[in-house]
C-alpha cells in the first residue's frame, strides 16, 4: 500500500521568488517512482518532475527540482524564479505495480 | 501529437439514466486509468488496465464498470447515476516497465453533471 501526505494545502509566492512544496510519502514497494503533476484551473494535469526512487541525485527540470530524502520518505519540490503561470494546483504522487497514488494537493498563488 | 482523448468534453445526464464516458490513446501505453476527481481533491482511482487485466479498487462502486476494447480505446460507464457521481472523470495512461509505474498523461476529462 501507498499513502502520500502533502500537508500545505495553500501556498503563496511572489513572481520571481522561490517556493518549495512538501511532500512526504510511504510505500511497501521497494520499486517505486515519484513524481509531481501540475494542474492548472480548467486544464488537464500534466507531469511537472519525475525521480526514479533508485537514483539519488535530485532531478531537475529547468526551474523545477526536487529533494528527495529516500530515508524519510521526504519530496519536495522547488520552484524557482517563479512565473504568474506557475499558479495552479500541484499533486505529489508514487507510483508502482501499475498505479499512482496521488496527495490531496497544494494550490499555489503567484502574486504580481 | 501523440494524445489522451476524451470524448464527450461535458455530459450531463439524469438520476439513473446510464451514461458512458470514452478515452482513446495514440500513444500505444499498455495501461490505461479511469479517475473521479470532485472540486480540486486529489483523483480518486476507480480502476485500471494492464493490457487487458482489469484491476478494480476496492472501493469503487458497482454502479461503475468498464471496458477496454483495444489498446487505443478504453470506457467507463455509470449504469444509474446518481447526484454524488457528478464530477470530473479523467482517463490516463502510462507505460509500465517491470514494476515501475511510468509517467501517467491525462487527458482534459469529462465533466457530468447529474440533474
Known amino acids: 500500500a501507498q499513502t502520500v501526505t502533502q500537508s500545505q494545502p495553500e501556498m503563496s509566492v511572489q513572481e520571481a521568488e522561490t517556493v518549495t512544496l512538501s511532500c512526504t510519502y510511504d510505500t511497501s514497494e521497494s520499486d517505486y517512482y515519484l513524481f509531481w503533476y501540475k494542474q492548472p484551473p480548467s486544464r488537464q494535469m500534466i507531469l511537472v518532475i519525475r525521480q526514479e526512487a533508485y537514483k539519488q541525485q535530485n532531478a531537475t527540470e529547468n526551474r523545477f527540482s526536487v529533494n528527495f530524502q529516500k530515508a524519510a520518505k521526504s519530496f519536495s519540490l522547488k520552484i524557482s524564479d517563479s512565473q504568474l503561470g506557475d499558479a495552479a494546483m500541484y499533486f505529489c504522487?508514487?507510483?508502482?505495480?501499475?498505479?499512482?497514488?496521488f496527495g490531496d494537493g497544494t494550490t499555489l498563488t503567484v502574486k504580481p | 501529437d501523440a494524445m489522451v482523448i476524451q470524448n464527450p468534453r461535458y455530459q450531463v445526464t439524469q438520476f439513473g439514466k446510464p451514461v458512458t464516458l470514452s478515452c482513446s490513446q495514440t500513444l500505444n501505453h499498455n495501461v490505461m486509468y479511469w479517475y473521479q476527481q470532485k472540486s480540486s481533491q486529489a483523483p480518486k482511482l476507480l480502476f485500471h488496465?494492464?493490457?487487458?487485466?482489469?484491476?478494480n479498487e476496492a472501493d469503487t462502486p458497482d454502479n461503475f464498470q468498464s471496458r477496454r476494447p483495444n489498446t487505443s480505446f478504453c470506457f467507463l460507464d455509470i449504469r444509474s447515476p446518481g447526484l454524488g457521481d457528478a464530477a470530473m472523470y479523467l482517463c490516463?495512461?502510462?507505460?509500465?516497465?517491470?514494476?515501475?509505474?511510468?509517467?501517467?498523461?491525462f487527458g482534459p476529462g469529462t465533466r457530468l453533471t447529474v440533474l
Open positions: 488496465y494492464y493490457d487487458k487485466d482489469f484491476n
Open positions: 490516463a495512461t502510462s507505460r509500465e516497465v517491470r514494476f515501475y509505474t511510468d509517467t501517467q498523461y
Open positions: 504522487a508514487s507510483g508502482s505495480r501499475g498505479k499512482s497514488t
